[in-house]
């Protein structure tokens, strides 16, 4: 058996033989998602949750502004706590009661409502910030909804051994490399500084290595960061090539938001239809119907109080023909001119007056109808 790509002939012997294969190369690409998600396709996912977001710059920007906080706040944090500690060994010496031993923790709480809720409202506000960039305001209940598919474990190791869950795993071994170089090659040079340490007293110990510790931590920060930017552009990347549709899913949307291409051509076909029978009912209306004589018709009307003659039906071709029927029915004067007729059908549509420019010519045409008319009436 032979096989063909398209195009492929048939003759008559292939006809008789039946032997040869022909295939439409065109019904597998159909298949493939290669068009961009369209603007309803991007609103019914961004619904359900499917935006492109990532999870590690939520975590960067977090873990930025607490240390940022956390570091210029050291000192106050850090008296705080020592103060409270000195107070509590103190009081230890007194006997341990229940109203002594209440009267500590509230102090400890309100020591701990001190030092730490800035840097929780911090953290917070920085969240909700990260959260407005990457997605703004949505609020979606769909991705906590319980769903027995999820329960499926013939599902659950689909999504474990998955492209998605793959490149995940590159992405947390490459980050734990990168990062794990930095932490290497910062310590390497300060480990050896940190023994002298012992000599100091705590104050001077914990301020130095504070010192490094914040150093350490921006360093390996600023290195998330890129990161986290890095992998927020992959995460729009991924949810766009998620979101790819079907030529035949784009048609098909097309038909549900603006409606079958044919039912929309036959409405349209049936709004012309009562549109040039409203036309032609006007037509006996008209002072004169000026001709090209064969191509253009274009019927005019003038009485008096109006400002210019009005255009009440013009038409090229077979509606040329059409209105100069009519006319002829009703005994409506028809003049040939064939510079006048091209000039109006261009530039006048029906219903609008006749520009200025065409003054001239048209009161001359509408003077020798009147001429016609009050000689057919004059009594002889």
């Known amino acids: 058996m032979e096989i063909f790509p398209l195009p492929c002939k048939r003759s008559n012997d292939d006809d008789i033989r039946g032997r040869r294969l022909c295939f439409d190369l065109q019904l597998f690409a159909e298949g493939e998602k290669t068009e961009e998600p369209t603007a309803k396709k991007r609103a019914d996912a961004r619904k359900k949750g499917q935006v492109g977001k990532s999870q590690e710059l939520n975590t960067a920007f977090v873990l930025l502004i607490g240390f940022f906080i956390l570091k210029i706040l050291w000192e106050y944090i850090y008296g705080e706590i020592a103060n409270y500690t000195t107070y509590i060994y103190g009081h230890l010496m007194q006997s341990v009661d229940t109203e002594t031993v209440l009267q500590l923790f509230i102090g400890i709480m309100i020591v701990l409502a001190k030092t730490v809720l800035p840097v929780m409202f911090a953290i917070l506000i920085m969240g909700l910030g990260i959260n407005l960039f990457q997605v703004g305001l949505n609020f979606s209940t769909e991705a906590i909804e319980i769903k027995l598919d999820k329960l499926n474990p013939i599902n659950g190791f689909g999504r474990i051994f998955s492209k998605r869950a793959l490149v995940e ?29 012992i000599y100091y007293d705590l104050g001077k110990s914990l301020e130095e290595i504070s010192k490094i510790v914040f150093a350490m931590i921006f360093q390996v920060l600023a290195v998330i960061i890129i990161l986290a930017v890095l ?4 995460q729009k990347w991924q949810t766009t090539q998620d979101l790819k549709m079907t030529k035949q899913e784009v048609k098909d949307e097309m038909k549900q938001s603006e409606g079958d291409p044919q039912i929309k051509g036959k409405i349209r076909q049936k709004q012309r239809q009562m549109a040039m029978a409203r036309m032609m009912q006007e037509v006996p209306k008209a002072d004169v119907i000026i001709t090209n004589p064969t191509h253009y018709a274009v019927a005019l009307q003038y009485s008096q109080g109006m400002t210019a003659p009005a255009v009440l039906a013009k038409g090229q071709d077979f509606v040329a023909q059409k209105i100069k029927e009519i006319a002829k029915e009703h005994k409506v004067p028809i003049v040939e001119n064939k510079p006048l007729a091209r000039a109006l059908f261009a530039a006048v549509e029906v219903g609008d007056m006749v520009p200025p420019e065409l003054y001239q010519a048209v009161a001359e045409v509408l003077a020798y109808v009147y001429r016609l008319k009050h000689k057919r009436y004059r009594p002889a």
Do not use: T, W
């Open 231 to 234: 992998d927020f552009s992959y």
């Open 169 to 197: 795993l590159v992405k947390s071994i490459l980050k734990i490399i990168i990062i794990g170089f930095f932490l290497y090659n910062y310590l390497k040079d300060e480990i050896f500084v940190m023994p002298q340490f």
